[in-house]
C-alpha cells in the first residue's frame, strides 16, 4: 500500500509536455512538446544552490499547504507564475513569464514530485537552466525550515554566459526573496539564507546544440514575426 502511495506522488513518464488550456496572459508554445531536461541535458557548470528560512509556529505540512496553494504570490512581481489549473501535482504543467536579465522570457516547468512535505519541478528544453528544483519544509528543534534545493545547470552558451554575468546572483535574489515572503506571510520575522556549490565545473559541450530550443532567442523571434505581419 506504501508503495502504491509513493508511486502516485511521482509524475508518469512523458516524452514531451503537453501544455492544456493556457491561462490568459501565460505563453504556452515554448513549452509545448518540448522533453523535459536533467543536469546531464544541460550544458553549463553544474550547481547545487540551498535556500533556507526558519519559520516559527507552523508545521511542515502547513508551510508547504500555503506554498503550493498561494506558490506565484511569493514571487518577485517582474515575473509571473500560472499555476496549473489542477494545482501542484505530479505531471501537471506550470507557465512562467518572467525576465533572464533584461530580456523577456517565456517558459515552464513539469511537477515531477508532490506529497505533503515537498514538491519538485523538472525543467523543459529551452528553460534557462535544466535540472531539478525541489521546495520542501522540515522540522529543526522547536521550529521548522522551508527550504528551496536546485541541482542545475545552463541549459545552453547564451544562457550560461548570462548565468556567469548576471544569473547566478538573479536566482540568489528570486529564491531568498520567495522565501522572506513566505516567511513573512506565515508571520515569521527571519531572513533567509543562501549556498552555492559548484558540483561540476565542466561544461557539456556535446550538448551545444541546446541553443536551437532557447526559449529566450525563440520568443524574440516571434516578437519580430508578430511585428513585421502587423507592421508595427
Do not use: C
Amino acid at each position: 500500500m506504501s508503495g502504491a502511495r509513493d508511486d502516485d506522488n511521482w509524475a508518469k513518464p512523458v516524452e514531451r509536455l503537453e501544455v492544456g488550456a493556457v491561462p490568459e496572459g501565460a505563453k504556452g508554445q515554448t513549452v509545448q512538446g518540448r522533453k523535459l531536461t536533467g543536469p546531464l541535458q544541460g550544458f553549463g557548470q553544474m550547481w547545487q544552490k540551498t535556500y533556507q528560512v526558519r519559520i516559527d509556529g507552523k508545521n511542515p505540512e502547513e508551510i508547504i499547504a500555503v506554498w503550493k496553494s498561494s506558490y506565484g504570490r511569493f514571487w518577485p512581481k517582474t515575473n509571473r507564475f500560472y499555476a496549473p489549473i489542477a494545482g501542484i501535482k505530479p505531471g501537471e504543467v506550470g507557465l512562467i513569464t518572467g525576465k533572464t536579465g533584461p530580456v523577456k522570457l517565456s517558459t515552464g516547468v513539469m511537477v515531477l514530485y508532490a506529497d505533503d512535505r515537498s514538491f519538485t519541478y523538472m525543467t523543459p528544453e529551452g528553460h534557462p537552466f535544466a535540472g531539478w528544483i525541489t521546495f520542501s519544509a522540515h522540522e529543526q528543534e522547536d521550529h521548522s525550515i522551508a527550504q528551496v534545493s536546485a541541482l542545475i545547470r545552463s541549459n545552453d552558451p547564451i544562457y550560461e554566459a548570462g548565468f556567469m554575468a548576471y544569473g547566478n546572483r538573479a536566482e540568489d535574489k528570486m529564491w531568498t526573496h520567495t522565501l522572506r515572503e513566505l516567511a513573512k506571510h506565515l508571520g515569521s520575522p527571519h531572513e533567509p539564507t543562501a549556498e552555492r556549490v559548484k558540483v561540476d565545473k565542466r561544461r557539456e559541450w556535446k550538448n551545444f546544440g541546446n541553443i536551437r530550443r532557447n526559449a529566450m532567442l525563440t520568443g524574440m523571434f516571434r516578437r519580430k514575426a508578430k511585428r513585421d505581419h502587423t507592421g508595427s
